[in-house]
Protein backbone atom coordinates (compact mmCIF):
# COMPACT_ATOMS: atom_id res chain seq x y z
CA UNK A 1 0.00 0.00 0.00
CA UNK A 2 1.24 3.43 -0.90
CA UNK A 3 0.02 6.62 0.49
CA UNK A 4 0.37 9.97 -1.52
CA UNK A 5 0.03 12.90 0.03
CA UNK A 6 -0.48 16.54 -1.94
CA UNK A 7 0.31 19.57 -0.35
CA UNK A 8 0.97 23.50 -1.97
CA UNK A 9 -2.46 23.93 -3.24
CA UNK A 10 -4.36 27.16 -2.87
CA UNK A 11 -5.66 30.03 -4.31
CA UNK A 12 -3.42 32.29 -7.20
CA UNK A 13 -4.25 34.81 -9.01
CA UNK A 14 -4.78 34.33 -12.76
CA UNK A 15 -1.50 34.48 -14.64
CA UNK A 16 0.59 33.30 -11.55
CA UNK A 17 2.08 30.21 -10.31
CA UNK A 18 1.74 27.28 -8.17
CA UNK A 19 3.46 24.65 -7.37
CA UNK A 20 2.18 21.40 -6.05
CA UNK A 21 4.29 18.44 -4.39
CA UNK A 22 3.27 14.77 -3.92
CA UNK A 23 5.16 12.92 -1.05
CA UNK A 24 4.55 8.66 -1.57
CA UNK A 25 5.60 6.59 1.21
CA UNK A 26 7.20 3.87 -0.85
CA UNK A 27 10.98 2.81 -0.70
CA UNK A 28 10.70 1.63 -4.60
CA UNK A 29 9.25 4.94 -5.61
CA UNK A 30 11.40 5.06 -8.75
CA UNK A 31 9.72 1.90 -9.80
CA UNK A 32 6.11 4.07 -9.74
CA UNK A 33 4.71 5.93 -12.58
CA UNK A 34 3.48 8.88 -11.27
CA UNK A 35 0.51 11.24 -12.71
CA UNK A 36 -1.86 14.22 -11.82
CA UNK A 37 -5.58 14.46 -12.32
CA UNK A 38 -7.64 17.03 -11.29
CA UNK A 39 -11.40 17.26 -10.45
CA UNK A 40 -13.52 20.85 -10.86
CA UNK A 41 -16.73 21.27 -9.88
CA UNK A 42 -19.47 19.39 -11.71
CA UNK A 43 -17.06 17.75 -14.13
CA UNK A 44 -15.20 14.72 -14.61
CA UNK A 45 -12.25 13.93 -13.45
CA UNK A 46 -9.29 14.45 -16.14
CA UNK A 47 -6.02 13.75 -16.52
CA UNK A 48 -3.41 16.55 -16.42
CA UNK A 49 -0.19 14.98 -16.86
CA UNK A 50 2.07 11.76 -15.69
CA UNK A 51 5.70 11.40 -15.74
CA UNK A 52 7.11 7.31 -15.50
CA UNK A 53 9.76 5.81 -13.57
CA UNK A 54 11.99 6.30 -16.33
CA UNK A 55 11.32 10.08 -16.49
CA UNK A 56 9.60 10.13 -19.58
CA UNK A 57 6.51 12.60 -19.45
CA UNK A 58 3.42 13.00 -21.11
CA UNK A 59 0.89 16.19 -21.36
CA UNK A 60 -2.81 16.96 -21.69
CA UNK A 61 -3.17 19.16 -23.72
CA UNK A 62 -5.30 22.08 -21.93
CA UNK A 63 -2.08 22.42 -19.69
CA UNK A 64 1.08 21.68 -22.77
CA UNK A 65 3.42 24.54 -22.34
CA UNK A 66 2.62 25.89 -19.01
CA UNK A 67 2.74 23.02 -16.84
CA UNK A 68 5.80 21.20 -15.75
CA UNK A 69 5.88 17.55 -14.42
CA UNK A 70 9.22 16.77 -12.50
CA UNK A 71 10.18 13.96 -9.85
CA UNK A 72 13.17 13.27 -7.84
CA UNK A 73 13.12 9.49 -6.80
CA UNK A 74 15.68 10.16 -3.65
CA UNK A 75 13.08 12.20 -2.16
CA UNK A 76 9.92 10.17 -2.92
CA UNK A 77 8.11 13.34 -4.38
CA UNK A 78 6.65 14.35 -7.91
CA UNK A 79 6.22 17.90 -8.14
CA UNK A 80 3.61 19.57 -10.39
CA UNK A 81 4.69 23.46 -11.34
CA UNK A 82 2.02 25.62 -12.81
CA UNK A 83 2.32 28.86 -14.71
CA UNK A 84 0.59 31.04 -16.62
CA UNK A 85 -2.81 29.63 -14.56
CA UNK A 86 -6.22 30.27 -15.76
CA UNK A 87 -9.49 30.36 -14.61
CA UNK A 88 -10.40 26.97 -15.66
CA UNK A 89 -7.41 25.52 -14.00
CA UNK A 90 -9.32 25.90 -10.70
CA UNK A 91 -9.83 22.32 -9.51
CA UNK A 92 -8.98 19.39 -6.76
CA UNK A 93 -5.34 18.12 -7.95
CA UNK A 94 -4.74 14.61 -7.26
CA UNK A 95 -1.51 12.66 -7.57
CA UNK A 96 -1.41 9.20 -8.76
CA UNK A 97 0.73 6.41 -8.77
CA UNK A 98 1.32 2.77 -10.12
CA UNK A 99 3.47 0.27 -11.66
CA UNK A 100 2.01 -1.25 -14.73
CA UNK A 101 4.23 -0.78 -17.43
CA UNK A 102 2.47 -0.13 -20.94
CA UNK A 103 4.52 0.28 -24.22
CA UNK A 104 2.95 3.48 -25.05
CA UNK A 105 2.81 6.52 -22.93
CA UNK A 106 -0.50 7.38 -23.90
CA UNK A 107 -2.05 4.34 -21.90
CA UNK A 108 -0.77 7.02 -19.15
CA UNK A 109 -3.82 9.34 -19.44
CA UNK A 110 -5.87 6.75 -18.24
CA UNK A 111 -7.00 6.95 -14.87
CA UNK A 112 -7.53 3.17 -14.53
CA UNK A 113 -3.30 2.30 -14.61
CA UNK A 114 -2.78 3.67 -11.58
CA UNK A 115 -3.67 1.95 -8.03
CA UNK A 116 -2.92 4.25 -5.51
CA UNK A 117 -4.58 8.37 -5.25
CA UNK A 118 -3.83 11.52 -2.98
CA UNK A 119 -6.60 12.88 -1.39
CA UNK A 120 -6.29 15.85 -3.49
CA UNK A 121 -5.39 19.40 -2.58
CA UNK A 122 -7.02 22.42 -4.06
CA UNK A 123 -6.38 24.74 -6.63
CA UNK A 124 -8.22 27.97 -7.20
CA UNK A 125 -7.63 30.61 -9.48
CA UNK A 126 -8.60 34.19 -8.95
CA UNK A 127 -9.28 37.11 -11.66
Known amino acids: QVQLVESGGGLVQAGGSLRLSCAASTRTFSNYNMAWFRQAPGKEREFVTAIRGSGSRVYADAVKGRFTVSRENAKNTVWLQMDSVRLEDTAVYYC?????????????????????WGQGTQVIVSS
Open 96 to 116: AAGTTIYSSINYYTKAGVYDF
